[in-house]
């Protein structure tokens, strides 16, 4: 194998795929010991360091197995002068775009964090340093939700540190509850949707996140037993555990006593629930 050369093209897929070229080789190459490992999911071998300049406006110091015998990765052919010249003006462009784009991001971080701390400073506890997040997450899901739903009671937990659990039976719908807890969400899934990576918002940062937050609603036995009772009053063409599920998914749970009742509404054979809701007596 031969050695690579400075100005050499690459293109690498990862992130929807970049390309640049060799700016700069540290160390001393050696081709002979770079392979593929574990199906070419892995590299070994090499012992130099490559400097690339993509047109993206980034940089990326990568080992030399990497280059030459990921999969990810191809080398191309040797880059003239004119070339370099459109390459580095490409990359130019694109850092100055992306510092634009860096700087604006900021400004808004800053008018979200005022925002926040004026919408929330009486309502929250704010995390800091040297308070672990997810505790602080947990403390201020629970406030939030006490206010919003008065009339249910939540078990919330945090669990292996870095999950909060919420669980409750009847009351407001799974749906109404995310539209508070899924904030406390500080982590987002990567590129791959295998692994999830740390990305907290404005939000987070003041007021805490988990990794996870995870929503249980559950059916008490009073209103399993309304439902029931209601399904034997219809001819329906639906399975009555389906149409039950649907209905319950779809609908708040009051306290007191309740019926289930017409909309009046037209709906298709898949949605069944939206002929029917759930109200007071």
């Known amino acids: 194998m031969t050695n690579l050369v400075v100005n050499q093209k690459v293109h690498c897929i990862l992130y929807g795929g970049k390309n640049g ?13 770079c392979e593929s490992i574990l199906g070419g999911c892995g590299v070994t071998g090499g012992s130099a360091n490559f400097h690339i300049k993509w ?47 860096t700087n604006e991001e900021a400004k808004q971080r800053e008018v979200d ?24 997450a947990t403390k201020n899901v629970r406030k939030e ?3 919003a739903f008065p009339n249910t009671k939540f078990s919330i937990r945090r669990r292996n540190c870095d999950v909060i659990d919420i669980s409750w039976e009847d009351g407001p719908t799974r749906t109404m509850v995310e539209e508070i807890s899924s904030k406390y969400e500080d982590h987002s899934s990567d590129w791959s949707g295998d692994y999830r990576d740390y990305d907290p918002s404005v939000f987070n940062r003041l007021f805490g996140g ?32 389906n149409l039950i599920y649907k209905l319950f998914s779809h609908c708040e749970i009051p306290q007191n006593d309740f019926e289930i009742v ?6 298709g054979l898949n949605s069944p629930e939206v002929f029917y809701k759930v109200q007071s007596k």
């Open 21 to 33: 070229y060799i700016s700069k080789i540290d160390g001393n190459q050696s081709p002979e010991t």
């Open 55 to 101: 047109t993206n406006g980034t940089t990326s110091d990568v080992p030399e197995a990497l280059v030459r015998n990921s999969v990810q990765w191809t080398v191309g052919g040797v880059l003239t002068e004119e070339e370099v010249i459109d390459y580095n003006d490409l990359h130019l462009l694109a850092k100055a775009e992306n510092n634009r784009k």
């Open 262 to 267: 017409s909309t009046g509404k037209m709906a």
């Open 210 to 241: 988990a990794k996870y937050v995870f929503e249980n609603r559950s059916m008490s036995e009073e209103t399993e037993k309304v439902f029931n009772k209601w399904m034997t009053t219809k001819v329906i063409d639906f399975e009555s555990d």
């Open 113 to 136: 964090r005022v925002y926040l701390i004026a919408k929330y400073e009486d309502v929250l506890i704010r995390t800091s340093d040297q308070e672990y997040s997810p505790k602080t």
């Open 145 to 147: 939700l006490k206010k």
